[in-house]
Each structure stands twice: as C-alpha cells, then as structure tokens.
C-alpha cells in the first residue's frame, strides 16, 4: 500500500476550526476529480467525512487523498446482486448523511456525496457542522426535517457568496442539489471571482488562487438592516428640511404620527360649547334678580 505522510482534515479542523477559503478551493478541487473519477465508475463513496480526507504534505503543499472506502454502493451492478448491506439500512455518519441515506433510501446515488461534501465545507468554514444533536436519532431527524442555518449568519466574518453555495450543496431535494461534485466545486471557485474549473484550481497552490481571486479578503454585508431611529432622534439629527411645492392630494404621502409622541397642538384653550341649557340657565338668573330688585324697591 502506498505511504501516506500527512494529517487528515480531522486534525487539521481540530488545530483551526476555520480554515481560509483559497484552501479549501484547492482541497475540494481535488476532492471533486477523484470523486467524479469514483462516480463516473459507478461508485459511490458515501461515508465522506473529514477523517476520510488525508492531506499528503509536498512541499508545504496540500495533495489530497480520499480514504477508506469501504462503504461504497455499486450503481451499475458491480456488485451482481451481493448487497454489501440490508434494504433500509443506514451507512454512514449521522453527521454528513443526506436526507436519502438518513431514510434508508435503495436508489441513493452519487449526489449523496455531493451532501457529504457540503457538511464539510460548511463544517471547514463556520467552524461547526450543520446538524448537530445530542444522539444518532435527533441528528437524522433534523437532516430530514430542519433548513441549514446560513453560514453568514453563523459566523459573521463570511461573506454571503458561500450562503448559496452551501444552500444548493444541501438541499434536501435531489433535482435541487449540485448534479455532480465537479459542478459543486466549479460553483465554489466562481462564487469568488475564480476564473476556469475546478480541474484547473487542482493543480493551483492555495497562494495562486488567492492572488486570483485578489487580495482583499471578501466582506459580508449586514444581512439584517439595522431598526430606524425613533422619529424624535431623526428630527433632532436631519438637517433642516428643504421647503418643497404642495403636491396634488393624490400625490402626497401621508405620514402617520409616532405613537408615542402627540401633534403640537399650540396655547391650551378652554373648549367653548353653545348650550340652550346654559342659555336658559343664565336668563333665569337674570330674571330672578330682577324680581329681587323688584321687591326691595315695593318695600321702600
């Protein structure tokens, strides 16, 4: 057997959880030519994990190497009817199987290790996997039932470009997914500016495709815009609004008061009603004086 001198990506994520995207281009290039090769053969990994993922160190250079398949499934019968495993059975681990193998699918095919590869790029980049749970079960039941969380919006310094890379590697419908790992990879690189294939970007280092894809390292814009200033704080803030022509009535907008502030109403005044009561009120008043004057003036 061939001398492996390296590490997995196993212990490569547990030193550095997070690992620079030009990296991961060039490790999932090359990932994505061995596993095309594997496909194009029939054969389907279906156990891809990070443990799975050997980098063969050249130089300071990552050189992959795709081990262990001993859980493969034969698509083109190559296995003449020997089932490697029972009908309904789960292979895999729970944290990188897609929604097909979780259900024990018989017509799994390669897109599950397109699934695969997407848990690991998600796991590469935030720094965690997408579906975790405390046992096999619930970590089956929250790849069937629950949406991935936006890598963005897991760890803010990504840029929102890998939101729908990941997003398509994990859909959970099959016709929704990348149709080929290559076309996974190929959907990596382009997502950052990186021009020609995955083939290609292969035999590239990770320093050449970071000048490719320009030095800058990519900025994510805020995702969720920041709530607006009550509408006393904007008053106080704006400068001083510009006189502007009336509009037609059918033009203009309206703009409701704030709830918590009342209109200027100017010098408090008293309301003044218009009674008959009050009216009747004051002529008896004077009609009684009246009498009492009346009366005084017969006494005298």
């Not at 994520?13 to 095309?36: K, T």
């Not at 309904?88 to 897109?111: C, F, V």
């Not at 950052?192 to 280092?205: D, K, N, S």
Request: charge should be negative.
């Amino acid at each position: 057997m061939e001398f492996l001198d390296g590490q997995e990506l196993r212990a490569v994520l547990d030193h550095q959880p997070e690992q620079p995207i030009p990296r991961l281009i060039r490790i999932f290039s090359q990932c994505a030519v061995a596993l095309d090769f594997a496909h194009a053969q029939g054969v389907v990994h279906r156990d891809l994990k990070p443990d799975n993922i050997f980098l063969v160190n050249r130089d300071g250079i990552d050189h992959v190497k795709l081990l262990d398949f001993g859980s493969v499934k034969f698509t083109k019968g190559q296995d003449r009817g020997q089932k490697l495993t029972v009908m309904g059975t789960t292979i895999g681990s729970p944290h990188y199987m897609s929604p097909e193998q979780a259900k024990g699918s018989a017509n799994l095919d390669h897109r599950a290790d397109v699934w695969a590869l997407g848990v690991i790029l998600y796991e590469a980049t935030v720094g965690t996997v997408p579906f975790h749970a405390g046992n096999a079960p619930q970590i089956l039941f929250k790849i069937l039932g629950e949406e991935v969380n936006p890598p963005s919006f897991a760890n803010a310094t990504l840029p929102e470009a890998l939101d729908d890379i990941i997003a398509r590697a994990l859909a959970k419908p099959l016709e929704r997914r990348y149709s080929s790992v290559g076309a996974f990879a190929d959907g990596l690189g382009a997502g950052f500016g990186l021009p020609g294939t995955h083939v290609e970007w292969a035999q590239w280092t990770a320093a050449d495709i970071a000048s490719r894809m320009g030095q800058a390292k990519p900025q994510r814009p805020l995702s969720i815009a920041p709530q607006p200033l009550a509408p006393q704080l904007h008053a106080m803030n704006a400068p001083a609004a510009k006189p502007q022509q009336a509009q037609p009535w059918h033009q203009a907008e309206t703009q409701p008061l704030p709830t918590n502030s009342s209109p200027d109403l100017g010098p408090m005044t008293l309301p003044v009603r218009n009674s008959p009561v009050a009216l009747f009120v004051v002529l008896g008043l004077l009609v009684l004086a009246l009498v009492v004057v009346v009366v005084f003036a017969m006494k005298s």
